[in-house]
T-cell receptor, first 117, second 113 residues
Framework: GAVVSQHPSWVICKSGTSVKIECRSL??????MFWYRQFPKQSLMLMAT?????????EQGVEKDKFLINHASLTLSTLTVTSAHPEDSSFYIC?????????????FGPGTRLLVL | GENVEQHPSTLSVQEGDSAVIKCTYS??????FPWYKQELGKRPQLIID?????GEKKDQRIAVTLNKTAKHFSLHITETQPEDSAVYFC????????????FGKGTLLTVNP
């Protein structure tokens, strides 16, 4: 149980294009989904928190117009990197929160590696 | 906001030895402390977690201890195996409305055969 998928796993795009990444909770409904960015040999940096049907909450320093998040259902959240540039190249990982009796647990997707040329 | 410090950044042990990774946190309101294992290029996988109503939790070779007074928690792996080699991240959350996690910087554990 608690499986999270992410698509695509790899994407290479030209500078200036937009890229959409999907995050799905396959066997549970996620009250909250989270988007992280991870640079090589570094920790996970939270970009934004997404709740179904409401606007995402962005962390300080993350441009909301650059990284558009849509959370249309309890099993799907999307991150769109708009007008991507080489500095946006990174490993993007989503997680989905599974509510339990004692609280919520985050389960991670497999990540999407973005390379902007 | 919450700040999580993790030590050591790298740890090398011989197969069969124990490994201990320590984390401290700053927000006394934090009440949930998960540990994730991340192999190269893969997703972080939850290996164990502890909530503030207990001081210790075990799952086979893995255990986590929590000292709320001192605001630190530790991961203990006994009888280490080469497949335990990975980066381990601790995290802390104060719960609330969105259970946001603050991660430590990670520990690269290498288990030498």
């Amino acid at each position: 149980g608690a499986v999270v998928s992410q698509h695509p796993s790899w994407v290479i795009c030209k500078s200036g294009t937009s890229v959409k990444i999907e995050c799905r909770s396959l066997d549970f409904q996620a009250t909250t989904m989270f988007w992280y960015r991870q640079f090589p040999k570094q920790s996970l940096m939270l970009m934004a928190t997404s709740n179904e049907g409401s606007k995402a909450t962005y962390e300080q320093g993350v441009e909301k117009d650059k990284f558009l998040i849509n959370h249309a259902s309890l099993t799907l959240s999307t991150l769109t990197v708009t007008s991507a540039h080489p500095e946006d190249s990174s490993f993007y990982i989503c997680s989905a929160g599974l509510a339990g009796a004692l609280g919520e647990t985050q389960y991670f997707g497999p990540g999407t590696r973005l390379l902007v040329l | 906001g919450e700040n999580v410090e993790q030590h050591p950044s790298t740890l090398s042990v011989q197969e069969g030895d124990s490994a201990v990774i320590k984390c401290t946190y700053s927000d006394s309101a934090s009440n949930y402390f998960p540990w994730y294992k991340q192999e190269l290029g893969k997703r972080p996988q939850l290996i164990i977690d502890i909530r503030s109503n207990v001081g210790e939790k075990k799952d086979q070779r893995i255990a986590v201890t929590l000292n709320k007074t001192a605001k630190h928690f530790s991961l203990h792996i006994t009888e280490t195996q080469p497949e335990d080699s990975a980066v381990y991240f601790c995290a802390a959350s104060s719960g609330g409305s969105n259970y946001k996690l603050t991660f430590g910087k990670g520990t690269l554990l290498t288990v030498n055969p």
